[in-house]
Structure formats: C-alpha cells, structure tokens
C-alpha cells in the first residue's frame, strides 16, 4: 500500500476569484492572480485501501465526521474516476498555521490532496493537470499547486480552466505581512458567501467584470516589477470583492471593527511613503502586500499603531511530494 505526503502552501489572491460561472465544474467567473506564501501550509497523507468503503479523514489529529467527510469523499471520487483505483482512502492532514485565526484554507487543503491522491493512486498529473484536478476540491486551490505569482485562467470548460506561475520582475521581491485578527463571529463559509454574492448582489457583475480586466493588467504590473500598480489592483479587488458582499440579500460581511483598524494603519503607513497595500479574504485578517526592501520598516510601522500578532511571508514554493512509503 502506497502512502504519499504533499506539501501544499496557502496563496492568497491579488486578483480575487468571488464566485462560480459553473459549480459543478468549479469553473469561476473571473480569472484570478495570487501569491503563494511560505509561512502557511498543509501537510496531507494519502493511502488507498485494496476494500472499498468509507473514507476517513483526520483533520489536525481529529478523526472528522460523515458530514465534515464529505467534500473530502466527492473529490477522491474523482481521484478514483481518473485513476481506477477503487479502495477507500484514509486522508490525515495537518495545518501548519501560525493559531487559530482563521488562517487555515482550502487552498492549501485541496491542493496538497490533489496531489498526495493522485501519486498515492499511482498516477503522475502534469502540474496543469494537476491544477485543474485541485479545481474541482476548491476554486483557489487551482492555484496553489503553483510557487510565487499565479494567474488562474477562467476559461470556458474543465480542460481551460487552470493556473500557471506568473513571473514577477527581478527588482521585485514581494513580500505579505499577516495581520492576525481573531473576531470569533461565525463565519459565512466562502463557499456559500460568494454564492449569495453571485446570485443577489448587484454589484457583483461590476465586480467579476473589473477583476477580468485587471487580472492581465496585474500580469503586467508584476512582469515590470511596478509596485504602485500592483498594490492600486489589489486594494480594488479586495474592496470590490467586499462591496458586492455588503450588496448581497441578505448583506454580510467579514469586516471586523479590528479589521478597519488595521485597514486604517495600513493606510497611515502608505501616507508616510512606504509601499503597503492591503486585502482581505473570507475573514477578518488583514494582509499587507509590501516588498523585501521596505517590509521591516512596514512592520514596525504597523506595531507602532496595533497590538495584533504579525506574520511575515515571502513567496512560497509549489506544491511537492515530501514522503512516500511502500
Ligand atoms: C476570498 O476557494 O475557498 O479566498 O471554490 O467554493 O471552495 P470554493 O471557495 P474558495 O474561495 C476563495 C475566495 C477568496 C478569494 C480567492 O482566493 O481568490
């Protein structure tokens, strides 16, 4: 019995992917561009039984339920579709995550599973195939199977649908500084908040529409290693991407008092000429796009004006295999 480990970091989107074209294929409405960031990863073994059966799935050492399975099972159904491999699989995953603030992702997740069931299977995905394949577990994990800069590619069917690395220019090198912020509200899963989004919010066309326009013009911006533009596109699809939100019937938000706080420190830091820009996901932290040159002046510019827990990270690696036991 084949037992394969991947590693897979979280990426955080740029150009923000918010809501489906398709749901069944997982295709979005939007392409997207992401950095993948070395500080948070997930670390998942994959090994298929000769039986079938039920799959389990252990989430941080915790044996998870039917339900919280479930998504896990559909995706090794597809793993079992390509692969011809019927057994049922036991899938142990571990978050490494600086705490509890919400920073664990699907990104990480399904793209680390992509990966390890996929070798655990016998099979040996290209690195496009592979992203497409992630798709299907969650829209962002489609894109950290790739390190650094990504472009997600909506395109029109499962085959077009994928991601690939972006260069970024040799004078840029970007880094993202987290700023922790722990608000305990229940969340509204990504999953079900775009989908709101997408089906009541009127500004969500507005939104999708200037995110196709920006996502080649953020390709751009990074080839020429133009920090300006690419922070200007950044705070846009953020802030659209959470204005549709507000937009939605009923409204929500991931906004935090906390949040605008630190929104409004990254701000002060930007007035005293430092470059800092900031977005947000599916959670109250904040994250703050800066580069290597400036990012120790951005932290204790920050610090000075929060008493939140920073993390700082720089461009992490694709998604690899680290352990494979026969
Ligand atoms: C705000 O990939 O978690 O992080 O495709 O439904 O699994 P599903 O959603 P998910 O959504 C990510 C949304 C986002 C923006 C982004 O990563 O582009």
Redesign the pocket.
Known sequence: MLKVTARAHT???LI???G?ADPEL?LPANS?V?LTLDQFYADTTVSFAAETGNDTFVLDGVKQSPAATQRIHQFLDLVRARTGVRGSATVRSVNHVPNAAGLAS??SAFAALALAATRAAGAELSPRELSRLARRG????TRSIFGGTAIWHKGHDDDSSFAEPVPTAPSLSLRMVAILIDDRQKDVS??DG?ARTVATSPYFPVFAATAEHDAPAMVAALAQGDMEQIGQFTERSAMM?HGANMAAEPPFTYFAPATLTAWAAVRAVRDAGLPAYATM??GPNVKVLTDATHVDAVVAALHAQLDNELVVCAPGPAASVIDTTE
């Open positions: 990426n955080i989107a923000k992917y918010w489906k997982m997207s992401s699907s990104s969650s829209g962002s994990a990504s999953r775009m991407m996901d599916a």
